[in-house]
């Protein structure tokens, strides 16, 4: 008898492919449980759906493809898991059937299952979802009642509650909790399933790149950006994914930077929320071109080794010559991408003034012609509106007649003051220096009680008196039983009187 | 004080629990002895006896060919009965001395002789080493009086006695400096005499807390020589990483120690070379551990070398009650050879005998799955390799790459990431294969290039 014979090592760890898959599963468990208790029942039957469609995928496709059953790797359980995650909890049910079939028999499957795809599936997955079920899947709802997501509040200018979206109680996708992530990726970390290299150089390089393109940032703002629109998910959990990553430290690190320089353009300039994921996908696929260039050296050829013989004649050109090429063209497509986003800007702007405009006619029949003065907007934002409440002064147009006249200016106005929500408006005001009415773009009051300031008794007022600080019950009586609802209207509309009252002039 | 590391590295299972508290028990063999004429790195010795020749314990039986090359001594007395092609440890057929021992073990005049070796002098000491036929005895099986003959003895700073041990399951260097802390002292001043500029190192893993004691103790007089502990991570024992905790550099394959002003010498060859110098005895006995789930009582040996490793198994009690053997091998579980029989010589350089009831590797080899890429080997890999970019290449066999682009030739075979590669790769295995195919297209071009002129 012979015995087993085979090469050096003779022990192998413990720690096999299906253990890595079902680490991060664990990991991902806090998120997953806190979006079922937030979300019910339909959250878990999205999960299941999620997870169950991608193992049949990966069954049936194994099957047809003729390729051994892969189920036992835990991959495919990853991927659906990791879908459920980053969709709507209120998505029908097909909707996440879907993205796992694609996910693993399209991104995974067609190019070669585990460990040969390109992108990762289960963002893969969600990009088709999203390109798909456009409306099912950027409907964000808590209880059953629609919202706009935190990111869309802090995007408009709102007011956002922090705290609330680091816990995950300002709603969002199925795993909205920055926390339970948090905790899953530093239990990754500390068992050593991730290193620290590429989560913290996404976090760091997406806060650094975000602040700049935005032009400064607050403490507090900075954190919403980074609690909200899955950051902190991709970091963890998207980018470490290890397959579509960099192998080597500086390629991580490279990876990293590339990632959170992309979000944040993609979250500054873009007009989609979902800035993170196309980063993701796009450093995806650079990953075998960072591998490439940042091939590490080993110890002994690095600096302070013992030198000695020359090369045997092998390319011994440093890392950074060979990235010098590619990294001209990196510099030169961002440049490309920045010069296309100032030509764009132009018309962004009139696509959002046209979205305005049917609004703006209303409060100004008189105007044919609208136009976005620009040192008036650029001062919006920051306008100073602490004496009258949580407000944003919003956008500030001007109208002009058939013949090019002055026919009157709109100042649009968001209080977060509402009794049920924020209330946004448009305030119109007349070149002779009276309101000329106004008119909500976003009002979510109760029926019955704060929704009554929509009412025609109540808007009335508005029309006709001069353009000076109003008071309630002195000339603007409020709507009966929404007093409320009424002040929070009233200010706002005083806040767009005192914006007018600074930038009026220079409006026209 | 532990100190520094090296960077990488892994901790498997030591298993030193088998065998480590066994004290070496000499065992003397029966029958016949087999001597491989190429058990060093060199050229192979040539015979100096003929079938029929009666032979005496550490009577010179085959010469060294060459300058990197090893004199063989025959470990028993008794008779010549063939020289001829016998299967070796490597599992290859190598030319062999076959003694018939006589149960005797009379010895040649002169052996065990003491001789004091202040009054030798530097020359003195390395042609008794030469002809003593000590080699590196640590696995690497290079001819130790090579080594000690660096072109600048006045740049080495640091002979260092590798007392690492850091592969899993042996146990026979922590009870040779148990056992024989003083001798071990005493070549490492024979060594150190050779270096004007040198300290001597005794440099041994911290799972070894006994040995730490005992080496501390044999050195305490010594002002030149230092007892160092090491973190317990494998490969502390591989000679790169040893230079890399005691002298801070990296070296390079082409790269001798000496190079790094280091010696680096197995403690077992350390005591070689004191039995060498100053017992006029050459190397033909050697500690060797049998160990493993698969024996009945593991222990560590004082062996005579050629003798066969089922002999050394039988001292050692056989297979353990209701176990049977699927894995045998030579050396230790990380670097040792797997062996497809027992029937094969103990070599100088022969540290132990593994035996596994169930072999990790056949099992392994249900989980295996395509690389995920987790760049597990990359972190663990003491050269600052990526084996993953590397066993990609090797599968292409895309060897330019593998060996410019990815420094391929610069892997020690440690086989740290064949052991943490969670998709159960068979790294080493391509690695291997790429260096051969890289070495013989080498040669090939040498011989081709030399037939033209």
């Known amino acids: 008898m012979s015995y087993h014979v085979s090469s050096s090592p003779h022990v192998r760890s413990p720690l096999s492919t299906g253990h890595v898959m079902y680490d991060v599963i664990l990991a991902l468990m806090p998120a997953t449980l806190f979006g079922v208790r937030m979300f019910g029942v339909h959250a878990l039957l999205v999960v299941l759906m999620s997870v169950a469609s991608a193992v049949t995928t990966e069954y049936v496709f194994d099957y047809i493809a003729g390729r051994e059953n892969t189920l036992y790797d835990g991959s495919a359980v990853l991927t659906g898991l990791l879908l459920a995650l980053c969709i709507p909890a209120s998505v029908p049910l097909y909707v ?100 620290w290299r590429i989560p913290v150089s996404v976090l760091l390089s997406f806060s650094v790149f975000v602040a700049l393109f935005s032009g400064g940032m607050s403490l507090p703002e900075l954190c919403a950006h980074l609690t909200g629109g899955g950051i902190v998910m991709a970091a963890f959990f998207m980018a ?245 609802s009424s002040a929070a209207v009233v200010n706002a509309v005083n806040a767009a009187i005192a914006f007018h009252d600074a930038y009026g002039g220079a409006m026209n | 004080m532990t100190g520094r590391t090296f960077r990488g590295g892994v901790h498997p299972d030591d298993g030193k629990a088998y065998s480590r508290d066994a004290a070496p028990v000499a065992y003397e063999p029966t029958g016949e002895l087999v001597f491989p004429l190429s058990q060093h790195i060199g050229k192979p010795a040539k015979p100096v006896v003929k079938p029929g020749d009666a032979v005496l314990v550490g009577q010179l039986i085959a010469e060294q060919d060459g300058y990197v090359s090893a004199n063989i001594h025959s470990s028993a007395s008794g008779t010549v009965k063939a020289i001829e092609k016998r299967r070796t440890l490597m599992g290859n057929l190598g030319e062999c001395v076959v003694i018939e021992s006589d149960g005797k073990f009379n010895a040649v005049e002169g052996m065990g002789k003491k001789t004091e070796w202040r009054n030798l002098g530097r020359e003195k000491i390395l042609a008794k080493i030469r002809e003593a036929g000590v080699v590196g005895m640590g696995g690497a099986s290079f001819p130790t009086a090579v080594k000690l003959e660096p072109k600048d003895p006045g740049a080495i700073r640091y002979v260092i006695a590798n007392g690492a041990e850091c592969e899993p399951f042996i146990t026979c260097d922590d009870q040779l400096m148990r056992t024989r802390a003083g001798e071990i002292v005493k070549g490492l001043k024979i060594m150190l005499s050779l270096f004007p500029n040198a300290e001597g190192v005794v440099l041994i893993e911290d799972n070894k807390p006994e040995a730490i004691k005992a080496m501390t103790e044999a050195a305490a007089m010594e002002k030149k020589i230092r007892v160092r502990a090491a973190p317990t991570k494998y490969p502390q024992g591989g000679e790169k990483s040893i230079i890399k905790v005691v ?73 353990a009650d209701g176990a049977e053997i699927r894995k045998a091998i030579a050396g230790g579980a990380m670097m040792g050879i797997a062996l497809a029989d027992l029937g094969a010589p103990i070599q100088k350089a022969s540290n132990a005998l593994t035996l596994f009831a169930e072999d990790e590797v056949e099992k392994a080899q249900e989980k295996l799955t395509p690389c995920i890429r987790c760049g597990r080997c990359n972190e663990v890999c003491p050269m600052g390799l990526t084996p993953q970019m590397m066993g990609a290449a090797a599968e292409r066999k895309d060897y330019y790459k593998y060996e410019h682009r990815l420094y391929g030739l610069e892997c020690v075979s440690c086989g740290s990431c064949t052991y943490v590669c969670p998709a159960k790769r068979p790294l080493m295995q391509l690695f291997k294969d790429a260096k051969g195919a890289i070495l013989a297209a080498r040669n090939a071009a040498k011989q081709g290039g030399g037939a033209a002129k």
């Open chain 1, 96 to 195: 996440p059937y879907i993205g796992s079939v694609f996910a693993i028999a399209v991104v995974k499957g067609l190019f070669g299952g585990l460990g040969k795809n390109f992108m990762n599936p289960a963002l893969g997955g969600r990009v088709f979802l999203l390109l798909s079920f456009g409306g099912a899947m950027t409907r964000y709802a808590i209880d059953g009642a629609t919202s706009a997501t935190p990111l869309a509040n802090l995007e408009s200018g709102a007011a956002v509650n922090v705290v609330q979206m680091f816990t995950g109680h300002a709603g969002g996708v199925l795993g909205c909790s920055t926390f339970a992530l948090l905790l899953g990726g530093l239990y990754l970390w500390v068992i050593d399933a991730i290193s």
């Open chain 2, 247 to 319: 002298a801070g550099r990296d070296t390079k394959m082409s790269q001798l120690p000496a190079e790094a002003g280091c010696i680096v010498d197995n403690v077992s060859t350390v005591c070689a070379i004191y039995e060498a110098v100053c017992l006029n005895t050459p190397l033909i006995r050697r500690a060797v551990t049998v160990t493993g789930p698969a024996v009945k009582t593991p222990g560590n040996f004082i062996v005579r070398v050629g003798t066969a490793f089922s002999e050394l198994l039988e001292a050692a009690g056989g297979v």
């Open chain 1, 240 to 484: 470490t994914d290890p397959v579509t990553s960099p192998v080597t430290a500086p390629g991580q690190l490279l990876y990293g930077w590339l990632i959170g320089l992309l979000s944040a353009f993609f979250r500054v300039f873009g007009s989609s929320a979902d800035s993170v994921s196309y980063a993701v996908i796009l450093a995806n696929v650079a990953t075998p071109l960072i591998d490439e260039l940042v091939i590490p050296r080993p110890f002994a050829y690095r600096n302070n080794a013992v030198e000695a013989v020359p090369d045997a004649g092998g390319e011994s050109k440093s890392a950074l010559r060979r990235a010098a090429a590619p990294l001209c063209v990196l510099a030169v497509s961002v440049a490309l991408l920045c010069g296309v986003a100032g030509v764009t800007a132009g018309v962004i702007e009139k696509r959002r003034l046209a979205e305005h405009l049917a609004a703006y006619r209303v409060l100004l029949p008189n105007a044919v012609d609208f136009s976005l003065p620009e040192a008036a907007n650029q001062a919006a934002p920051g306008f100073d509106t602490s004496a009258y409440g949580n407000i944003v002064i919003q956008e500030a147009a001007a109208g002009a007649d058939a013949v090019g006249a002055a026919a009157g200016q709109v100042v649009a106005v968001r209080t977060s003051d509402g009794r049920d929500g924020p209330i946004t408006l448009s305030v119109a005001f007349l070149p002779d220096g009276t309101l000329n009415g106004i008119l909500y773009s976003e009002l979510n009051e109760t029926p019955g009680i704060g929704m009554k300031v929509g009412e025609d008794a109540f808007t009335g007022q508005f029309a006709g008196i001069p353009a000076q600080t109003l008071t309630l019950g002195d000339g603007i009586d409020a709507a009966s039983g929404a007093t409320i």
